[in-house]
């Protein structure tokens, strides 16, 4: 991005036509940068409770005050409890992911969080890392283009998930790839494709069987590939036996010739890429999900190919986390870790807490009481599922730190609330796209505004203040520190911010896959070892049309939640008036036949039910969803209303649910799959007068 300032403030950010790597693209919501960073309601200085909690009374202070209270109220939960006490939090990851996780292993607590790892991405990881050893993404970057492009649980026009554009793979949609879109929704991104499989909510990985099941029976296999790089075909033959397309089409509700299609299509027509999104990873079958995804790519030889799929290089020195802080005791502490070992355990690739393990354990105190929440960009509140557990959690905490720019829902409930640095007030480095990357990106900070401190420098103070190991090093000798291999300083770095290195394929061909046999896993016997299912299976939404036919009486269609728009992420940027203009209030979508039998026409507010609550919607009706399924959007409150807005009104996770079963690899919890109900809005509904 180019950023201009003028005066010390920032006047405009544009995209910058020579990055190698955006190619002069942006998005609505980093043009909007300057808007929200000089927003009257913008955090500028520290700010701690006086009066009861979440009662919105506050008063000024500053840093030195709120930083010394917190490291005090820290070391005596540390020194009285153990460190384990103290959770840290953080939302999807940012500049300062990995800065959070050293902070935890200075503290020496195991127990802490970040959405992504159970829900969102690292199931998807982690099943790519058990199957081939490292992460792969569609190569739109190369001279040759992929020639089909399979759409799964994904909108990449709207989201760029993960570090990656959207741009590249619309341009290869439009460009002549055949697309497939598997999709409950005709997204943005499958109205660019030539063939939609309007899957049923939570059934992905029997699509994703059945599309194996057709590829071997009519040997449409890489047959080359297959042998001289995988294991465990045979293995893997014998059990697809029982998952054909006639059954998987009772399943997700796809015509079988649909599913015989797109299985030919993708194995004859290659090059092939699945771009592949966080649907995947928000239902309890997550894990075997993304396996058998990734057991597609490999028996059709689209691994580490020219317009396939590419595994990208790291090029920076790892990060610093200060592992030694953590020893083996207190890893054994960490709340979930036993149960989902890939989450928490020793062979999880990003070991952290379990979140409804955690927000259980400050509610219940069982196994142990949670004393303390920090979070650095997190709003729980909103983006966890079961909202009223979640506020119950807060509440009960000791302490509680929350570091963002805006006073969220979730902040209003902390004991102190510090005002966290925007992008442009910061420094960072990172490769992108994540877990497979191609470019180095160096961001410096531009401007200050008000008191406002990155969640780096923040937790470097903290640390400071209670002489944890460590605390010598700060984030500026850290950035140093990883560039060392590029032989650069960040300072260097101005020159050229982002550095870009075209693909190099096929690189197991001297070096073998990096897994235990060195080949392909489509059996996996480390799984095995692990207790978990060296195959993939498919296991049923708990909650569903089939799991809990008496509840469809009530709640007769399937819920999905969260599908991304252009102008928000999560639950931020509804401060901001151009934004808001473009997309003015919380939308649930539904197909004309759901609405025709609920008297709900176009533009009605609706309410939409499930059996953990009732939140209200402006209905979108449409066609571009299958009959049956409502989707709706997550993240709504209103920041007009003042701070803390209406965090129950219309949030999408007052609807999910945070209870077992999970899926028994990683935890994930069910955000897309569940069962709801939908009616108009009546004048008498408490809901009503609530925006
Ligand atoms: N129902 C439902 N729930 C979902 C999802 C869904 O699809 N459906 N998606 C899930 C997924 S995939 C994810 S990753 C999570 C995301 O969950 P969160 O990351 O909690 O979501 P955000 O709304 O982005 O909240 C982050 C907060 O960080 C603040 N912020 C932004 N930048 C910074 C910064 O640099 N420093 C600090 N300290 N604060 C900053 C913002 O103001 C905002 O309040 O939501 C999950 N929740
Ligand atoms: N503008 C914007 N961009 C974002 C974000 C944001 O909040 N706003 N969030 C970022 C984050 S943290 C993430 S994780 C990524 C996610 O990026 P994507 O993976 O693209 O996420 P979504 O748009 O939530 O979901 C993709 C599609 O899944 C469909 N879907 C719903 N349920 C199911 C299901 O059970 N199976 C299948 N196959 N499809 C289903 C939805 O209709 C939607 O079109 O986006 C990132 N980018
Ligand atoms: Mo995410």
């Not at 890489?222 to 029982?242: N, P, S, Y």
């Not at 009960?396 to 902040?411: H, I, K, Q, W, Y």
């Amino acid at each position: 991005m180019v950023m201009e300032v003028a005066n010390g403030r920032l006047a405009s950010v544009r995209p910058d036509p020579e990055s190698p790597f955006s190619l002069g693209y942006a998005c609505a919501k980093g043009l909007a940068t300057p808007e929200l960073m000089y927003h009257p309601s913008r955090l500028l200085a520290p700010l701690k409770r006086v009066g009861e909690r979440g009662a919105g009374s506050w008063k000024v202070v500053g840093w030195d005050e709120a930083l010394g209270e917190i490291a005090a109220a820290l070391r005596a939960i540390k020194d009285q409890h153990g460190a384990r006490e103290i959770a840290l939090g953080q939302g999807t990851a940012r500049h300062h992911y990995c800065h959070v996780r050293r902070f935890a292993n200075q503290l020496g607590t195991p127990n802490w969080y970040e959405p992504g790892l159970a829900n969102c991405f690292l199931p998807r990881v982690t099943a790519s890392y058990f199957t081939y050893g490292g992460l792969l993404v569609g190569d739109f970057y190369g001279a040759t283009p992929p020639r089909t492009v399979v759409i799964w649980g994904c909108n990449p026009v709207v989201s760029n998930p993960d570090g990656k554009l959207g741009f590249r793979v619309r341009d290869a949609l439009r460009g002549g790839a055949f697309g497939i879109a598997v999709d409950p929704r005709r997204s943005e991104t499958a109205r660019l494709c030539d063939l939609w499989l309007p899957v049923r909510p939570g059934t992905d990985a029997a699509l994703a069987l059945a599309m194996c099941h057709v590829i071997i029976a009519e040997r449409l296999y890489d047959e080359a590939f297959v042998q001289k790089w995988t294991v465990g075909f045979d293995e893997l033959a014998r059990h697809l036996a029982a998952f054909s397309p006639a059954w998987a089409s009772k399943v997700t509700g796809i015509p079988a010739e649909d599913i015989d299609r797109a299985a030919r299509r993708y194995a004859t027509a290659g090059p092939a890429a699945i771009e592949w999104g966080v649907a995947i990873d928000q239902n309890v079958n997550s894990f075997q999900t993304a396996r058998a995804l990734c057991i597609l790519r490999a028996l059709t030889g689209n691994i580490d190919n020219p317009g396939g799929e590419i595994f990208g290089e790291s090029r920076l020195r790892s990060y610093p986390l200060q592992r030694t802080g953590l020893n083996k005791a207190a890893v054994k502490g960490r709340l979930g870790a036993n149960d989902f070992k890939l989450l928490g355990g020793p062979a999880a690739i990003v070991p952290s807490a379990h979140i409804p393990a955690l927000f259980r354990a400050m509610r219940t105190g069982e196994p142990h009481p949670i004393r303390a929440l920090l979070t650095f960009g997190n709003n729980p509140l909103l983006t966890v599922a079961n909202a009223s557990d979640v506020r119950e959690a807060l509440a009960r905490l000791e302490l509680f730190v929350a570091v963002d720019m805006f006073l969220t829902p979730s902040a209003a409930l902390a004991d102190y609330v510090l005002p966290a640095a925007f992008w442009p007030e910061l420094d960072q480095v990172s490769e992108l796209p994540a877990f497979a990357p191609l470019a180095v990106v160096a961001q410096h900070r531009v401007v200050r505004t008000g008191q406002c401190r990155s969640d780096e420098e923040i937790i470097d103070e903290l640390a400071r203040r209670m002489g944890l190991p460590g605390s010598d090093k700060a984030v500026g000798e850290i950035l140093n520190h990883r560039l060392e291999p590029l032989n650069v300083t960040f300072e260097d770095m101005k020159e050229t911010p982002t550095r870009f290195y075209p693909p190099r394929y096929s690189r197991y061909r001297e070096q073998g896959f990096a897994t235990p046999s060195g080949k392909v896993e489509l059996l996996s016997q480390s799984l095995a070892r692990l207790g978990y299912d060296s195959l993939p299976t498919y296991r049923e939404p708990p909650e569903s049309p089939v799991s809990s036919p008496a509840a469809t009486r009530t709640f007769p269609y399937v819920l999905t939640t969260g599908m991304r728009r252009a102008e928000y992420f999560h639950s931020e940027q509804r401060q901001s008036a151009r934004m808001r203009k473009r997309r003015p209030e919380p939308v649930a979508e539904l197909h004309p036949e759901t609405a025709a039998a609920n008297t709900v026409r176009n533009r009605d507010w609706v309410v939409i039910r499930s059996p953990r609550g009732a939140i209200k919607m402006r209905a979108h009706v449409s066609t571009n969803i299958v009959p049956g399924v409502v989707a709706v959007e997550h993240g709504w409150w209103f920041p007009e209303q003042g701070p803390g807005g209406d965090a129950f009104a219309s949030n999408a996770n007052v609807l999910t649910a945070d209870g077992p079963p999970y899926d028994p690899a990683m935890g994930s919890y069910q955000l897309r799959g569940l069962l709801c109900s939908v009616e108009r809005l009546r004048e008498d509904d408490p809901l009503n007068g609530r925006d």
